[in-house]
């Protein structure tokens, strides 16, 4: 099984930065793809960011504030959030496509998530 846990959410001046991270244990081969994603109570699930086979991918709302990041070695992935906005107040979540077995099929893996709080 796999456990993925975020972590360094937290209240921020607008302006403000924070480094958002995603930590997966258990039993990887490898980790194909990620997805960061934030959520707003009463709205729809935001695709913030994602790292795939094809590159990295970013929502218009965040593009050239957020960076997306990933470290192999340690099955953690990042989100670096600049120039935080009110607007970004969400619970942020990432999701990770993992491969358990060398030729078995990839799983999608999900965090709890972490609170991020952008005051005006």
């Known amino acids: 099984q796999v456990q993925v846990v975020e972590s360094g959410g937290g209240l921020v001046q607008a302006g403000g930065s924070l480094r958002l991270s995603c930590a997966a244990s258990g039993r990887i081969v490898s980790i194909d793809g990620m997805g960061w994603w934030r959520q707003v109570p009463g709205e729809p699930r935001e695709l913030v960011a994602s790292i795939t086979t094809t590159g990295t991918r970013y929502a218009d709302s965040v593009k050239g504030r957020f960076t997306a990041s990933r470290d192999d070695a340690s099955n953690t992935v990042y989100l670096q959030a600049n120039s935080l906005r009110p607007e970004d107040t969400a619970v942020y979540s990432c999701?990770?496509?993992?491969?358990?077995?060398?030729?078995?099929?990839?799983?999608?893996?999900w965090g709890r998530g972490t609170q991020v709080t952008v005051s005006s």
């Open positions: 999701a990770l496509v993992v491969r358990t077995t060398p030729l078995g099929p990839a799983g999608n893996y």
